[in-house]
């Protein structure tokens, strides 16, 4: 069965300084590997995905994640925070083709950006 | 309008009553899932579905039920709420090949009295 731990509930940052929230997985195979964003009072939006191709992953509102098999991570980064990214953010891992999708979540990290 | 609906947004209820949280989606999918989160938990899975005819327990069943009326509905139902049923609830639908991980619903707030 898979697996995922995001290391911090809560991260603080500055605006405009680097965000970087952690997410270790475990997998008997490869994975699927997914970071959700939730809004106060809103439901999951997905910022990225890893689905085997490039392991440096783009997603939405400058958000960017890395594969690293080696570790088992999937750290997700923004170089610079902005006031709009005070959120929750879920990393959540998934069997591939041949499974069932059900996804595993991580706890979350509850992001505060401080002016 | 939104591809994933959940009804209803809001519910409080008592000790023992019977609910049922409903969910209906437009995007065509065969597989749909009911979540549970609690604070400091993250989402767990409570049932999912493959087709109307393949239903299957997720990590937290216990105490609750679905019915799969249609490809575009899936029902979340609790025969007798207890107070730590008190969570949001998360339907989601996925294709058939996961790329996407799930399309989530907004979110059903229920509070068991």
């Known amino acids: 069965a898979q697996s995922v731990t995001q290391l911090g509930s809560h991260v603080s940052v500055s605006e405009g300084a680097l965000v970087l929230l952690r997410c270790n997985y475990s997998s008997s195979v490869p994975p699927y590997l997914f970071w959700y964003v939730q809004y106060p009072n809103q439901g999951l939006q997905l910022l990225l995905k890893?689905?085997?191709?490039?392991?440096l992953v783009k997603g939405i509102n400058g958000f960017e994640a890395e594969f690293k098999k080696s570790e088992t991570s999937f750290h997700l980064t923004k170089p610079s925070a902005h006031m709009s990214d005070a959120a929750e953010y879920f990393c959540?891992?998934?069997?591939?083709?041949?499974?069932?999708?059900?996804?595993?979540f991580g706890a979350g990290t509850t992001v505060t950006v401080r002016a | 309008d939104a591809d994933v609906t959940q009804t209803p947004r809001n519910r409080i209820t008592k000790t023992g009553k019977r609910i049922m949280l409903e969910c209906s989606q437009t995007k065509g999918h065969d597989r749909m899932y009911w979540y549970r989160q609690d604070p400091g938990l993250g989402l767990r899975l409570i049932y999912y579905s493959f087709d109307v005819k393949d239903i299957n327990k997720g990590e937290i069943s216990d105490g609750y039920s679905v019915s799969r009326q249609a490809q575009a509905k899936f029902s979340l139902s609790l025969e007798s709420a207890i107070p730590n049923q008190t969570a949001l609830y998360f339907c989601?639908?996925?294709?058939?090949?996961?790329?996407?991980?799930?399309?989530f619903g907004p979110g059903t707030r229920l509070t068991v009295l």
């Open positions: 890893y689905t085997s191709a490039a392991t």
């Open positions: 989601a639908t996925s294709d058939s090949l996961g790329v996407n991980g799930g399309y």
């Open positions: 959540a891992v998934s069997v591939p083709p041949g499974g069932d999708y059900k996804l595993s």
